[in-house]
């Protein structure tokens, strides 16, 4: 089993390898293509060595980081609790039904001219995008995850004396957990893209406003330092959600 | 005395058409304590439906049911209630399934897990306690689901088809170890089955339900002494004289 992982993940590197080396050569041996259209490897190699040197790399790193856990946090809490009372009280679902249907559509950037209005510039606009974008995910996929309870189960708990407090705590809620992680799961995806765009227009700091600000001024290296960082922030999201997942096998 | 089943008529309306399902018919029926039940019919003359009736997790259209005179509204941790599919809580091992009951109740958690590994280690489950339903077979997840019933002392217990999945030798070893228990803790057994056999080595009424609509047609009292023979004449002759009952139902 371990020797077939091991092969697996070599063979995942060969095409990324292939297409650095046929990258090196357009951009940088050849340089068919100048810099400040797309750089080479050989430029991205140096603003990623420059930007740890200076520290502003992991700074940026933090910054953003620090803004999709807050957005995650805020809305699993509102998410989680709101999805488990409307999954459950079929009466208050109906009651928000539409409300949740026409806000769930928008696309969070579009909160972005509120957000800043509303909060300034720095954390608080990118929280609230985050926040927007994720709720509805979460929301959903724990109402979602509290109707397929399986009524059996609900039977057996009713038979042996649960009260509903113990219902939700001992039977609902665990046989959600797996569709609560799940919607977490795509919410880190949608966290880190409304992170990137909060940052681009509303915010002075954070992986977004450096990939931009560094277009700005022709560094296209720090531009796809920036670009391949997030790559990296959302595999291994994805990587703790797998292995979370992987424990909650029901 | 324990449960009295009064005029109990049950009708479904299905939701997406207005069509009326009359599942039971004036049911009256009469329990005492301590006696083992058995339901048996041709497949939708409303065993399960009465089951759960008696249960509480379905209203009887009309007519009421009373367990030890209370009329029942609601399931209660008074009677016990053994799904036909297991029914196990697939996030808990089998000893936080077995003690899931007591939890509930409040009980302290060592004690209960010490009295649960006695009835694990009765059913030959003892190495399984840490082990989750999806890593057992489905012998052994009813064994867990009847002794997570059991540890309750529920002072009844029904039992829907409860052994019906299982493969004959583990069926007969089960079937005597829920007498043996139940017998000593005089609890009152109602026991849905399509298996005469089980019924007549089992009961002490076989009360056999017509076609549907649901009505009682028949009780056979059985008498044999325990442990029964199976190879005796005189349950030989229950067996087909009940499986002529339930077939002539199911020509009509
Ligand atoms: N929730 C329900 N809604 C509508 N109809 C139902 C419902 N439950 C049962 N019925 C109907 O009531 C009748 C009796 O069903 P029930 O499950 O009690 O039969 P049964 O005797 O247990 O059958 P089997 O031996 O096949 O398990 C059937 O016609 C069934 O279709
Ligand atoms: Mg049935």
Redesign the interface.
């Known amino acids: 089993m371990n020797n077939f992982r091991d092969e697996y993940k070599k063979e995942m590197l060969i095409l990324p390898i292939i297409l650095i080396i046929i990258w090196y050569f357009i951009c940088d041996y050849f340089q068919l293509i100048p810099v400040y259209m797309f750089p080479g490897p050989t430029d991205v190699a140096t603003s990623f060595v420059k930007l740890i040197v200076s520290g502003k790399l992991f700074k940026d790193i933090f910054e953003t980081i620090y803004k999709v856990l807050f957005g995650m946090l805020l809305a699993s809490v509102v998410g989680i609790t709101l999805g488990i009372l409307l999954g459950w009280f079929n009466r208050l679902e109906t009651l928000c039904k539409l409300i949740i249907s026409i806000l769930r559509p928008i696309p969070p950037i579009a909160w972005i001219p509120f957000s800043i209005i509303w909060f300034g510039i720095g954390v608080g606009p990118a929280v609230f995008i985050i926040f927007m974008g994720c709720v509805f995910p979460i929301l959903l996929s724990t109402i979602d995850g509290v109707h397929r309870t399986d009524p059996v189960l609900i039977e057996a708990a009713e038979s042996f004396g649960a009260s509903n407090s113990q219902m939700l705590t001992e039977v609902i809620i665990p046989s959600s957990l797996p569709y609560i992680v799940s919607g977490l799961k795509i919410a880190t995806g949608i966290a880190l893209m409304c992170t990137i765009s909060g940052e681009m227009i509303g915010s002075s700091s954070g992986i977004g406003y450096m990939i931009l600000t560094s277009t700005n001024l022709f560094d296209t290296g720090s531009t796809v330092v920036g670009m391949l960082v997030i790559g990296v922030i959302g595999i291994i999201f994805d990587y703790i959600f797998t292995k979370i997942q992987e424990r909650i096998f029901w | 005395m324990t449960f009295e089943i009064e005029n109990v008529s049950k009708t479904f309306v299905s939701n997406d058409s207005d069509e009326e399902v009359l599942a039971l018919k004036d049911i009256n029926l009469t329990i005492e304590t301590g006696k083992f039940i058995s339901l048996v019919g041709p497949s939708g003359c409303g065993k399960t439906t009465l089951l759960r009736i008696i ?1 509480g ?1 379905v209203k009887p259209t009309e007519g009421t049911v009373k367990d030890d005179g209370e009329i029942v509204t ?4 008074q ?3 053994i ?1 036909q ?1 297991y ?1 196990l ?3 808990l091992n089998v000893i936080d399934n077995v003690i ?2 007591l ?3 409040g009980k302290p958690e060592k004690e209960s897990k010490e009295r649960a590994m006695k009835y694990l280690e009765d059913v030959g489950l003892k190495d399984f306690a840490e082990r ?1 339903p ?1 890593e057992l077979s489905g012998g052994m997840k009813q064994r867990v689901a009847i002794i997570r ?1 059991l540890i ?1 002392d529920s002072k009844s217990l029904l039992m829907d088809e409860t052994f019906s999945a299982l493969d004959v030798q583990t069926k007969h070893k089960l079937q005597k170890q829920i007498h043996e228990i139940c017998k000593e803790q005089n609890k009152t057994i109602i026991f849905v089955t399509h298996d005469i056999d089980e019924a007549v080595f089992l009961s002490d009424e076989i009360i056999v339900l017509s076609r549907r609509p649901g009505r009682i047609k028949k009780i056979f009292e059985i008498k044999l002494e325990h442990p029964r023979n199976r190879d005796s004449e005189e349950f030989k002759d229950l067996i087909s004289e009940i499986t002529q009952e339930i077939g002539e139902l199911e020509d009509e």
């Open positions: 249960e997790f609601g399931p209660s941790n009677r016990g209630f799904f599919n029914s809580f697939p996030w899931f009951g939890n509930i109740g989750y999806h019933s309750n």
